[in-house]
């Protein structure tokens, strides 16, 4: 069984700064999503990514599948980033596996 | 841009009562899922859904639970007979295909009293 850890639990920013958030997990994988949850509970998905690097907009995503981790980082953070960000992984069937996600704050 | 679509987006019904979630997943998706968030709790997954039929389910998809695409197009999830433990969010989401991205629908929240 996949075992899912994000770190840090708990974010707060200052506008602008730039943010890591970072995710473990303990069994190989097919693939990894990064997904933001916003206050009200809606779930979009970010990345999904199996092998290096992707980036949208502001955001970049990496996995290093030898380490089993992966990081999202927000460069230029902005209050609009505030959510919590969940980590998630799919091995082998379409099951996904949740970490607990990262809360973000980023103040003005 | 399309999307999924979740109803209804807050249900109450009382212990022992029958649900119904529907979702309408993304037309030329092929792969439908349902998972569940207690408040304050990890999302868990419940159940995937390709070919007119379950594909995987989890432990907590016991005999209370099932799915069902009825007409090509809604994607349900059925409770028999809801407990407490029940309340919680549930999501449904699709995709194109086996190990792609997974397009979430806004969520239902169940509350059960």
């Known amino acids: 069984k996949n075992e899912v850890e994000q770190s840090p639990q708990n974010l707060t920013a200052q506008e602008g700064e730039f943010i890591t958030i970072n995710c473990s997990y303990s069994?190989?994988?097919?693939?990894l999503h990064w997904l933001q949850q916003h206050p009200g509970g809606g779930i979009v998905s970010l990345f999904m990514?199996?092998?290096g690097k992707k980036k949208h907009g502001r955001l970049i995503a990496t996995i290093n599948i030898q380490e089993k981790h992966s990081s999202l980082h927000i460069t230029a953070s902005h209050p609009r980033d505030s959510a919590v960000y969940i980590c998630?992984?799919?091995?082998?069937?379409?099951?996904?596996?949740f970490g607990k996600g990262m809360k973000l704050t980023v103040n003005p | 841009e399309p999307e999924v679509t979740q109803t209804p987006s807050h249900q109450v019904t009382q212990m022992g009562q029958e649900v119904i979630l529907r979702c309408v997943p993304i037309s030329n998706h092929l792969y439908f899922y349902w998972y569940r968030q207690i408040l304050g709790q990890k999302v868990e997954f419940l159940v995937s859904?390709?070919?007119?039929?379950?594909?995987?389910k989890s432990e907590i998809f016991d005999d209370q639970f099932s799915v069902e695409r009825p007409d090509g197009s809604n994607f349900t999830l059925k409770i028999r007979s809801t407990k407490l433990e029940d309340s919680a969010m549930y999501f449904c989401a699709s995709a194109q295909g086996a190990v792609y991205e997974q397009y979430f629908g806004p969520g239902t929240r169940l509350t059960v009293t």
């Open positions: 990514l199996s092998s």
């Open positions: 859904f390709y070919n007119n039929e379950i594909s995987e």
């Open positions: 069994v190989g994988i097919s693939a």
């Open positions: 998630a992984v799919e091995g082998g069937s379409e099951k996904l596996v």
